[in-house]
């Protein structure tokens, strides 16, 4: 039991989260303070292979013009779900950021 508890905590202490940061017309990338304008969490299967999704940032910050930064992220808790589902169900977090 002990070796069983030992092996996942290692397995959640060496998995790391992944941000992207995609600067449309900012000069910054948006900090933990930041508010975003849409955050949604898209579902992908088996690792996301084969699987794209997609939100349309122009029309969430009305014109694209307005449009500051897209953020994507893979936060602790999508990691533990990619670990408990053994990479069958990956989601991501999705961040538009507006002028």
């Not at 069983?4 to 910054?28: E, H, K, P, R």
């Not at 694209?64 to 069958?88: D, F, H, M, R």
Request: aromatic share 6%; with cysteine.
């Amino acid at each position: 039991m002990k070796k069983a508890v030992a092996v996942a905590l290692l397995a959640v202490l060496t998995s790391g989260c992944a941000t992207q940061n995609y600067l449309v017309s900012s000069q910054t990338a948006p900090n933990a303070t930041t508010a975003a304008n849409a955050d949604k969490m898209q579902t992908f299967f088996v690792s996301g292979l084969g699987q794209e999704q997609e939100i349309d940032a122009a029309k969430v910050c009305q014109g694209k013009e307005n449009v500051a930064s897209i953020q994507t992220k893979s936060s602790p808790v999508n990691v533990i779900l990619g670990i408990i589902s053994y990479g069958i169900y990956t989601p991501r977090q999705i961040r538009v950021y507006c002028k």
